[in-house]
């Protein structure tokens, strides 16, 4: 070989990892923000990408997804959304709660935004309207904070005659407010008496266990709260040593051993939200794509919980079940 062919061949082989490289500084970046923590995001992440993917767009390949997780702790959210900012990302995604998708439209006014919430954007500020979000900002809500009143009617109509039902809610999470303003009513329009135990950090679940125990609470109903999807297990564990009869608003807490769920499809809205975001990198506006909501909610009763509690399940509320656990 002569050497001016050599020293050409030798100088291309060198020129990959640049030319790589290049390519891989060159993919869009997603900024993903979530309340939530990683561990118990596997699943909804994984939409996510799949999403993204049925939009054109491969974690790796064709886009880069940057991850940030504030894990309950809803006051790291704006750092992390500032980050996020600061690294330039194409698209801001902010998910795991109403304070993520709320610190994500205010992190910004130029890049695009796609929350994911659980109550109304609309009265939230973050959209104009659902069919014509405007501005830089759309999304998807789940209604999960909506809620509250339907699945303790769900409780009660498993549990009948319970004295007393204990409430948990996370106090820093700013829906809870409004959660226990719908609960209450309807707990007195039928009479039912309710026990509310606030907790924002592990010791303070411990002390709102201690007090259900202490008020001799005949059922729980744990609402809706990014803080509590990343203790699944220590709550549903509570509930099961205490035999307790409970529901939850997502299915991951009834495939955990919960006794009820019922709320959306979380992972259908991450894959929405996936699919948003890749259309945005391809060129639509968020102003112009109007904000999601649940096609379906989830309905789970593990037959397994109820029968290590002694319960026998009611065939009307067997024949509304999405799914059973057995």
């Not at 998708?101 to 104009?128: H, N």
């Not at 900002?137 to 005659?161: A, D, I």
């Not at 549903?236 to 009820?260: D, M, N, S, T, W």
């Amino acid at each position: 070989m002569r050497r001016r062919e050599f020293i050409t061949l030798l100088g291309g082989a060198a020129a990959w990892p640049l030319v790589a490289h290049a390519q891989r500084a060159a993919m869009p970046i997603v900024g993903f923000m979530s309340g939530r923590s990683s561990e118990d995001s596997a699943g909804v992440a994984s939409a996510f990408r799949q999403g993204l993917a049925d939009a054109g767009f491969v974690d790796g390949q064709t886009v880069t997804i940057e991850y940030r997780w504030a894990n309950g702790d809803y006051e790291k959210l704006p750092a992390l959304a500032a980050d996020l900012v600061n690294h330039k990302v194409a698209v801001l995604v902010g998910v795991g709660g109403d304070v993520s998708a709320a610190v994500a439209a205010k992190a910004t006014k130029t890049i695009p935004v796609v929350f994911g919430m659980g109550g109304d954007p609309v009265k939230a500020g973050l959209v104009a309207s659902f069919n014509r979000p405007g501005g830089n900002v759309t999304g998807y809500t789940l209604w999960t904070n909506e809620m509250e009143s339907k699945r303790l009617g769900l409780l009660r109509q498993l549990v009948p005659g319970v004295p007393l039902i204990g409430i948990l809610v996370n106090p820093a999470f700013p829906p809870t407010e409004r959660e226990l303003l719908e609960l209450e009513p309807a707990a007195q329009a039928v009479n039912q008496k309710l026990f509310v135990a606030r907790a924002n950090d592990d010791a303070e679940i411990d002390v709102a266990f201690a007090s259900f125990v202490e008020q001799r609470v005949g059922a729980l109903l744990v609402t809706a709260a990014p803080f509590f999807d990343t203790r699944v297990s220590p709550i549903v564990g509570f509930a099961a040593q205490k035999r307790l009869p409970a529901i939850y608003h997502f299915r991951e807490y009834a495939v955990a051993g919960g006794l009820i769920s019922y709320g959306p499809n979380v992972a259908e809205s991450y894959k929405d939200a996936g699919t948003y975001a890749g259309r945005i990198l391809k060129g639509e506006k968020p102003a112009d794509l109007p904000v999601m909501q649940p096609s379906k909610f989830d309905f789970l009763i593990n037959l397994k919980t109820a029968k290590t509690l002694g319960l026998t399940v009611p065939p009307t509320l067997l024949a509304e079940a999405s799914e059973v656990i057995e």
